[in-house]
């Protein structure tokens, strides 16, 4: 079977399912695990994130869709060459991946008519699920089932830890910085499970945007800023486009040192195995020492205290 991944969360499945060898077609953003970078790649993006700010992102994502046009362009003269037998994609966020009527246009180039599968998940139940759906597709439905069967113990013990929790602070997590948006879809159920109360973020539905006057109301006790798609360096880097924000400086989460940057590209934006990684370092960066003998992936998550002199980070 020859397989098309067109979003980074399935080619991490892929991957993890043993069918590394089947992949023929990728998207610029598969980049996990590194063997993926040498697949051919069928879809490119007209944004650079390197070379933009989110601001600009944002601004760029916006005009597009008022434009109606897609972000994203899929290289069918590629397409063609990977040959697909089965086109695995998402309607979850055209942000985030070409729009499946794209998909179906496009696949018109192959003469025949792949088998194409759309996934939509939105909650780590419904992520668990996509493992079995593709191991189902592929002939790897066991593989899959001791995948998901580890993955939810794993989420099961993180559980246990905090579900009799009732000390619980309480939590925003910035999924873009400039404008603003809550983290959506399972990542509010990942602050409950790690023992935290969400706050702005709804449980299985988009993220949204809102105000700095929204967050300061809600007056976090731990802000989590991880941008869709953004590595820790390069949120980093952009960390003035939130610490320019008068109301930056009134939360008790930048007064307690308690402000984190993430990882959020590995470990939380993408519907894959590695979001329950995510679960583990939230869980931690929460409550340190309660997961005894734990210790989160080097880089995942960065305190802002120690990234920067303490004076300095209080303005």
């Avoid at 419904?126 to 939810?152: C, F, M």
């Avoid at 800023?225 to 400086?249: H, Q, R, Y």
Wanted: net charge negative; hydrophobic share 40%; glycine share 8%.
């Amino acid at each position: 079977m020859r397989i098309c991944s067109f979003l980074p969360g399935t080619t991490e499945i892929l991957y993890e399912l043993g069918l590394g060898d089947s992949v023929t077609g990728v998207t610029h953003e598969c980049d996990y695990p590194p063997a993926a970078r040498e697949k051919t790649r069928v879809i490119m993006s007209f944004i650079d994130p390197e070379k933009l700010s989110s601001r600009e992102i944002d601004e760029v994502v916006g005009r597009n869709a008022a434009e109606g046009k897609s972000t994203y362009l899929i290289d069918r003269d590629a397409l063609r060459e990977a040959s697909p037998d089965l086109i695995l994609t998402q309607g979850l966020c055209e942000v985030c991946a070409v729009s499946g009527n794209e998909v179906t246009d496009a696949a018109s180039v192959l003469g025949r008519t792949p088998e194409i599968i759309s996934l939509e998940p939105s909650t780590l139940g419904e992520i668990l699920d996509s493992i079995t759906i593709i191991g189902e597709a592929t002939g790897t439905a066991q593989a899959a089932a001791e995948i998901t069967g580890k993955l939810r113990h794993r989420i099961d013990k993180v559980r246990d830890h905090f579900e009799a929790m009732r000390d619980r602070p309480r939590v925003f997590c910035l999924e873009w910085l400039d404008p603003p948006y809550a983290a959506g879809h399972w990542v509010p159920e990942m602050v409950e499970i790690a023992g935290g109360v969400n706050g702005l973020g709804k449980p299985g539905e988009p993220s949204f945007r809102v105000t700095w006057k929204d967050i300061a109301d809600f007056a976090p006790h731990m802000t989590m800023i991880m941008p869709c798609g953004f590595s820790a360096e390069k949120t980093l880097d952009e960390i003035d486009a939130v610490m320019k924000n008068d109301e930056w400086f009134s939360l008790p989460s930048t007064s307690n040192g308690q402000a984190y940057v993430f990882d959020a590209n590995s470990y939380f934006s993408r519907p894959g195995p590695r979001v329950v990684d995510g679960l583990e370092i939230l869980a931690n960066t929460m409550h340190p020492g309660v997961m005894k003998g734990y210790e989160p992936p080097a880089g995942s998550v960065v305190n802002l205290k120690n990234y920067m002199r303490f004076e300095q980070f209080l303005g």
